[in-house]
């Protein structure tokens, strides 16, 4: 039954309930946590093997152990385009963190411009698109850069395009949009082929303005037989004579360590000239001994979505328990619905709009960490407070149980407050 129509007397009587339920949550002195993408211990004893590749015995090729090398190791490369579905030669490979490659990006095109072009910073104010439901870390980057922010919304298919092209056409200080184009984060859904190709075709009024396409989820399927497909933006770019349009960013973050790893950012010939000709005074080589480990490691494309399989097989229990608990605890009530993702890291819950802040207030103060209601929009603005992050892997399946009874039953509290708030 719906909730809202419920009566007073009714709504009373389940609240009650779940506040009873909350308040022996609370007594259970709870530490869980669900805020963030992270993997779970099993996912990094997985790929502990890692560290056996390379050991004092080991035969390094020339070069490997000494300075140079600026874009990478060849063997690296190879398998960091093909999970690209793009060219060795366009690829440079970066240390742990694409993040940090694509703070050097955002760097760069402020400081020295895009081309030879103007500097950003030399516009005064210029802005990014940010398709919300977003990443929060995409939005810092941007804030701090000074860079205004332009939220535009996300369907099942990915940025509303009619949205975006209108933007782009008009204002020459649009300089960038944010995409996390598969698996999104936290939405989970992937870009159509048609968003692909209107991205990579549209007008823009500035002839600097650049795709920060942050592939992070790539090969990140939960599932072999439904795992989602996404078209190569490099295809669809030279399709439409935009080459020159996106930067493309990837890591091992999730594959391997998230914290000694390594990524890569993948551009046109153009592009690249111009991201190494800043670079080489930035840096002489990044770390080509765990480059090569995870040469060595990795092998080739098959064997590490062979890894990755392995992965999924931990990972895809914890995002169905999660899927379950919503399922069992709120269908049919009318207070929230959620993305069901076949793949990546995150599930996107949208609750009763005014609720969110409330959800994550209860869960707090019960022991529950979740991510700070408002952090998917720019600004950590959501207009309709509505939006929160589910991120199912780091916990341990019991944990994680625990962690969905006790999410379910605040976000009952918060939305029958409200109904009766509203009722009354």
């Known amino acids: 039954m719906l909730l809202k129509d419920m009566s007073v007397n009714e709504l009373e009587n389940v609240l009650k309930d779940e506040k009873k339920k909350y308040d022996d949550f609370k007594k259970d002195g709870l530490k869980l946590d669900i805020s963030r993408g992270k993997p779970s211990r099993d996912q990094l004893e997985l790929v502990m093997p890692l560290l056996d590749e390379v050991t004092s015995d080991t035969k390094f090729p020339d070069g490997y152990r000494n300075y140079g090398m600026l874009e990478g190791i060849s063997e690296l490369k190879k398998i960091f385009a093909d999970i690209l579905e793009t060219d060795p030669e366009s690829i440079i490979i970066g240390g742990s963190s694409s993040l940090n490659l694509m703070y050097d990006q955002i760097q760069r095109c402020m400081q020295f411009g895009v081309l030879g072009g103007k500097p950003w910073n030399k516009y005064g104010k210029i802005k990014f698109l940010c398709p919300v439901p977003g990443y929060d870390r995409h939005f810092a980057i941007t804030e701090h850069f000074g860079i205004e922010m332009i939220a535009v919304p996300m369907d099942e298919h990915g940025p509303i395009m009619d949205i975006v ?234 944990e994680l149980d625990v962690a969905c009874e006790l999410f379910v039953c605040c976000v009952k509290i918060a939305c029958i407050e409200k109904l009766l708030f509203e009722k009354k």
């Open 165 to 398: 092209e209108t933007l782009v056409k008009e204002d020459e200080t649009i300089k960038g949009i944010w995409c996390v184009p598969k698996y999104s984060n936290p939405t989970g859904i992937t870009y159509s082929d048609e968003v692909v190709d209107r991205l990579a075709s549209m007008e823009t009024k500035a002839d600097d303005f650049r795709i920060f396409w942050d592939n992070a989820y790539v090969i990140h399927d939960l599932y072999d037989d439904k795992s989602d497909s996404l078209k190569n933006i490099f295809t669809a770019l030279r399709e439409f004579g935009n080459e020159d349009r996106a930067y493309v960013f990837t890591s091992t973050a999730k594959i391997t360590f998230p914290g000694a790893g390594v990524s890569c950012i993948a551009a046109s010939e153009n592009n690249k000239k111009d991201i190494l000709s800043h670079m080489q005074f930035q840096t002489i080589c990044n770390n080509k001994i765990v480059q090569y480990m995870h040469a060595l490691y990795l092998k080739d494309l098959d064997n590490t979505k062979y890894i990755m399989r392995r992965h999924a097989e931990i990972s895809r229990p914890k995002f169905e328990a999660v899927l379950a608990s919503l399922r069992c605890g709120l269908d049919g009530l009318g207070i929230a619905d959620w993305t069901e993702p076949n793949g990546g890291y995150f599930i996107s819950f949208n609750v009763l709009d005014g609720c969110a802040k409330k959800v994550w207030t209860l869960c707090k103060e019960a022991g529950l960490t979740i991510t700070t209601a408002g952090a998917t929009y720019p600004y950590g603005i959501d207009d309709r407070d509505a939006n929160i992050r589910i991120a199912p892997t780091f916990t341990t399946s019991a």
